[in-house]
């Protein structure tokens, strides 16, 4: 499994882009379906003869297909299928095990303009998932300097906050919460909510929101 360092930009390219450049998805397809076919044939102990004579395709052609030099048609994965006795999405099996991850190093995330973010207030982006898996947006929130102000906030989906460092009172349309390190509260995001007073600094939390994947 490869991963992506979000602290180098050439990484924000997908890990794993198997639906991008139609050159990469062929020599996945190809590849994948070679070793599905070797391994289901020497399964049943047969020679790439054999196999021949059981699916009717030539053995010339199995050996390219065996060694991803030719890309079967349907038909011939069919063919395949019945004489190797397995379904024909077997041949396909592993196409997806390799997916996209993320790797944040700490204090690496990116830094992004938020509301009310400033000197004193660093919100960090720890990354989203490229589509369609981008269903969550974590944020590493860091307050260092007491305001009589806070921004309230409103947003389609759900919100989770796990405290962990420092202690502050988070506003949940008219409730008032005291968060402690290891703290965690979970709402749905439609409600006007945010930080109403910092308690004890420096504070530090991380807030992941629930969003409706882009396309």
Do not use: C
């Amino acid at each position: 499994m490869r991963t992506a360092n979000l602290a180098d930009e050439s990484s924000l390219q997908p890990v794993a882009e198997l639906g991008g450049r139609t050159g990469d998805l062929e020599e996945a397809l190809g590849t994948v379906i070679a070793a599905r076919v070797r391994e289901f044939r020497l399964q049943l102990g047969w020679t790439v003869g054999q196999l021949a004579t059981e699916s009717g395709i030539s053995k010339g052609m199995l050996s390219k297909i065996e060694n991803a030099q030719a890309a079967p048609s349907l038909a011939t994965l069919a063919r395949l299928s019945e004489a190797l006795q397995v379904p024909v999405t077997a041949f396909f099996r592993g196409l997806d095990e390799e997916q996209e991850v993320l790797f944040v190093k700490a204090g690496q995330g990116l830094n992004i303009e938020h509301k009310g973010s400033g000197a004193r207030r660093r919100y960090e982006s720890l990354g989203i998932m490229r589509a369609p898996n981008n269903t969550l947006e974590p944020v590493r929130v860091t307050l260092t300097e007491r305001s009589n102000t806070f921004p309230l906030y409103q947003h389609a989906g759900t919100e989770l906050i796990h405290m962990l460092s420092g202690r502050m009172e988070y506003g949940y349309g008219s409730a008032r919460y005291l968060l402690e390190s290891g703290d965690a509260l979970q709402f749905v995001g439609g409600v006007p909510h945010g930080p109403t007073a910092l308690v004890e600094l420096p504070i530090q939390f991380l807030s992941i929101k629930s969003i409706t994947p882009s396309t």
